[in-house]
């Protein structure tokens, strides 16, 4: 088998997942999750902070408050920590009450929101003002390709971050719909969809993992490596979020000599997770 | 040539689809000679006011040598923001002498691109609805712009699209020279573009950050002036390629500089307006200048951000002075917001550009209508005209909304 590694490739680009939670709700739920106290520990939302929150962004704050409680490194500094955030199609049933507002009552309708809250860094954005991250902050993404490249690029951040910032964690986001909303003429949802955010903590760090089986994300360069299971960079959020759950390793092919190899939980943070959805599934 | 330069990463490819030109050499003549390309933008049923000033590019042309790439009818067929995108990469590869289609089999060449586009989709189906479209009621899931462009250029390396508001291709030219240092690939088309639309001039509007001083467009765009009233919004594509020195060199191309050093902050302070304390904003100048190993004595020239909005001028001046300590009043700065407008996403890939013509023409763009220089915003300005001075070094600022801070430091490959 053709093994082919850059001579250049810096191996560097490995991140332990040091916390990582996951969050959904139908569209028809969000308005409420979104008026919800978002809080744990010393970290909270300011209040009303989420009221002109796109979608995408409500759920991705409630999975970041998720991670926040499921973190082994619960009393680190977050302070100097970056964001990444990969949406699909965000930002939709307030783009199209918007655009019914400017054809209908001309551009006065058009509200200031749409900019800062319905962009590709919109929730990278809300995770940095909202919770007080002064590291690096962007979006990635918006289509289909989305989780990959926000995995891509949280890897390409971690080499800068360890040098400029070594104690700094990256808060990888991703968001997306499990169909896409649809909407009548005048703005109304006409389907009850199911919006799913997935938040990462990752530690970047520049050697191999001693315990190979602790779980990490790294960019591979081998071509042709094997692999058990391999999702297409479009693959969706949702079959994403299944097998990093069920601890099945993954490989994300972004190119033919460029992949994203992705280890399952460990068995004891599989454990507590399950421990966790019992509490939530009890407690609702 | 020692390891530290052959490993330096340097700009070999450019390509750019302004409202001030579409040629490096075009866009510098406009810079050098302190000419607007600010003008009166008709929004058509959608004006929010009588009259917008803006920066239009009333033509996009398919540059010069890139038929390898797109015939002129597909590029025809493309919407504006396809165009801005496609144009510009495909002039940036072939001033580079790179063609992925045929390059990546003959020399197994590894080409990535990484676009700085902040509202893709919001763009798409604002166009979409105006042409009486269903697009942004049920919504499908097509791949990204940056994707078919990959696609139409063969790109074969990773391929993708981020954002940071205004500072959006700012993040893709450090993405990518990250990209290149851990050798994922083996050169990376690196850049943005944005276009101008009803909703976002609309939205900019209803948020009073776009100028009102709509009488005479030419005069809308005053960074730093005591004056200045919000900015004026623009349009275009900028693209570049970035490779490692060694390279470029054994092709014999032109190197236009050295992306030499990138630094990155956020101030987590509002979603929309600028944070007053400088602390952050300058940690990603400071972490720029430590990450290009320069002390800030070095830089000949400041790009600035400045957009010409009252609280972010005066916090970017806080931010310069802040980060250069007793320099900043020896190094010019100037915005080239005044002439060229606001690009938007495609404003920091712009900026870069100038940084590289301040660099080949040894040469300070000015800041133009700077009439009367707020205190608030006490520099080295270049007001009016430009200015003959070596340049070899440049820093380079873009913020954006979310609080997103930027430095690129530019230099002399030489």
């Known amino acids: ?284 | 040539m020692s390891s530290e330069q052959s490993s330096r990463i340097v700009i070999s490819g450019v390509g750019a689809s302004t409202p001030l030109g579409h040629s490096f050499s075009e866009i510098g003549d406009a810079l050098q000679a302190g000419r607007s390309g600010i003008d009166w933008y008709d929004a058509g049923t959608f004006n929010r006011l009588q009259k917008h000033a803006a920066a239009n590019v009333q033509e996009i042309l398919l540059p010069t040598k890139t038929e390898s790439f797109i015939h002129t009818e597909e590029f025809n067929k493309s919407s504006r923001i396809e165009q801005f995108m496609i144009g510009p990469a495909a002039h940036a590869l072939a001033d580079a002498g790179i063609n992925p289609k045929v390059d990546s089999l003959k020399q197994k060449k590894r080409v990535g691109i990484i676009a700085g586009i902040g509202a893709e989709q919001l763009k798409n189906w604002e166009r979409d609805f105006l042409d009486n479209g269903h697009d942004v009621f049920e919504a499908s899931s097509q791949p990204s712009l940056v994707h078919r462009v990959a696609h139409m250029l063969g790109v074969n390396g990773p391929a993708t699209t981020v954002a940071a508001a205004c500072a959006s291709s700012g993040y893709a030219l450090a993405l990518g020279k990250t990209w290149l240092a851990t050798g994922l690939v083996d050169s990376c088309v690196v850049g943005g573009c944005d276009v101008l639309s009803p909703t976002a001039l609309a939205a900019f509007h209803n948020l009073r950050a776009l100028s009102r001083r709509d009488d005479n467009p030419q005069k809308a765009s005053r960074p730093f002036d005591k004056n200045r009233d919000g900015f004026v919004m623009g349009e275009g594509g900028v693209f570049f390629v970035l490779e490692r020195q060694r390279e470029a060199e054994d092709r014999q191309c032109k190197i236009y500089g050295e992306l030499a050093g990138i630094g990155m902050s956020s101030d987590a302070s509002h979603m929309v307006t600028p944070c007053s304390d400088p602390v952050q904003a300058s940690r990603a100048i400071t972490e720029a200048l430590a990450d290009a190993n320069l002390s800030p004595a070095q830089v000949d020239y400041i790009n600035a951000h400045a957009a010409g909005t009252p609280v972010g001028d005066a916090a970017e001046a806080g931010a310069i002075r802040n980060a250069f300590g007793p320099a900043a009043a020896e190094i010019f700065v100037s915005s080239t917001k005044s002439m060229s407008g606001h690009l938007i996403s495609a404003a920091a890939a712009f900026e870069a550009l100038a940084c590289l013509v301040a660099i080949e023409r040894n040469m300070v763009p000015p800041t133009i209508n700077l009439d009367e220089p707020d205190e608030n915003c006490c520099l080295r300005h270049v007001p009016h005209q430009s200015i003959s001075s070596p340049v070899h070094v440049t820093a380079s600022n873009s913020f954006g909304f979310g609080g997103s801070n930027l430095c690129l430091i530019l230099k002399s490959a030489a």
């Open chain 1, 1 to 284: 088998m053709n093994h082919s590694l850059s001579s250049s490739a810096d191996l560097s680009a490995l991140c332990l997942v040091e916390s990582y939670a996951s969050a959904s709700a139908h569209a028809s739920e969000i308005d409420t999750l979104a008026r919800e106290k978002h809080t744990h520990g010393c970290h909270s939302l300011p209040p009303r902070f989420l009221r002109h929150a796109d979608e995408q962004t409500v759920i991705g704050m409630h999975s970041i408050i998720q991670a926040m409680a499921a973190d082994t490194q619960d009393s680190r500094d977050i302070r100097n920590d970056a964001v990444v955030a990969a949406t699909c199609l965000g930002g939709q049933p307030s783009a199209a009450r918007t655009m019914i507002g400017l054809r209908d009552k001309g551009p006065v309708a058009v509200t200031p929101h749409i900019v800062p809250q319905c962009s590709l860094h919109s929730v990278a954005s809300a995770a940095s003002v909202g919770f007080g991250m002064h590291g690096p902050n962007f979006g990635v993404g918006g289509g289909p390709h989305a989780p990959a490249e926000g995995f891509l690029l949280a890897l390409t951040l971690a080499p800068m971050l360890a040098r400029t910032s070594p104690s700094s964690r990256i808060w990888l986001v991703c968001t997306g719909w499990d169909q896409q909303p649809c909407l009548d003429a005048a703005g109304i949802l006409t389907n009850d969809p199911i919006c799913r955010g997935m938040t990462f903590v990752l530690k970047p760090e520049k050697a191999q993992p001693v315990d190979n089986t602790y779980p990490h994300i790294q960019i591979s360069c081998l071509k042709n490596a094997p692999s058990p299971r391999i999702l297409p960079a479009h693959g969706r959020l949702k079959e994403l979020c299944e097998q990093f759950e069920t601890g099945t390793c993954t490989t994300i092919a972004m190119t033919d000599t460029c992949t994203i190899e992705i280890s399952p939980l460990s068995p004891n943070q599989l454990s507590s997770r399950s421990n966790e959805l019992a509490l939530q599934k009890e407690a609702a």
